[in-house]
């Protein structure tokens, strides 16, 4: 098994940044891609972005793109969301995802076997 342990989050005033942690513990031996989602209250959860094992490919969704940075230190074995220009409508949870199905990243949420237990970012007007 993994496990995943988000840290980082917390209250932000709008255009201050944040930075998220991700650190998988278990059986993390093989290649994986990560990921960020999130999940505002009353809404689905959204891909956010995501990263290869290599680190040399990510993806982002569009309402993020230009203002967060995924990266990741297979060393540490953590990834991190590197979060900049935040808007209040950036509140939410936001929670770490890995997936043993490809090295590469993945926007699909069903596609990730392991969750972590998420981190609220607030964001003030």
């Known amino acids: 098994q993994v496990q995943l342990v988000e840290s980082g989050g917390g209250l932000v005033q709008a255009g201050g940044s944040l930075r998220l942690s991700c650190t998988a513990s278990?059986?993390?031996?093989?290649?994986?891609?990560m990921g960020w989602f999130r999940q505002a209250p009353g809404k689905e959860r959204e891909f956010v972005a995501a990263?290869?094992?290599?680190?040399?490919?990510?993806d982002y969704a569009d309402s993020v793109k230009g203002r967060f940075t995924i990266s990741r230190d297979n060393a540490k074995n953590t990834v991190y969301l590197q979060m900049n220009g935040l808007k209040p409508e950036d509140t939410a949870v936001y929670y770490c995802?890995?997936?043993?199905?490809?090295?590469?990243?993945?926007?699909?949420?069903?596609?990730?076997?392991?969750w972590g237990q998420g981190t609220q970012v607030t964001v003030s007007s």
């Open positions: 278990g059986r993390t031996s093989s290649s994986y891609a």
């Open positions: 995802a890995l997936s043993r199905l490809t090295p590469e990243p993945l926007r699909r949420r069903g596609l990730y076997g392991y």
């Open positions: 990263i290869s094992w290599s680190g040399g490919n990510t």
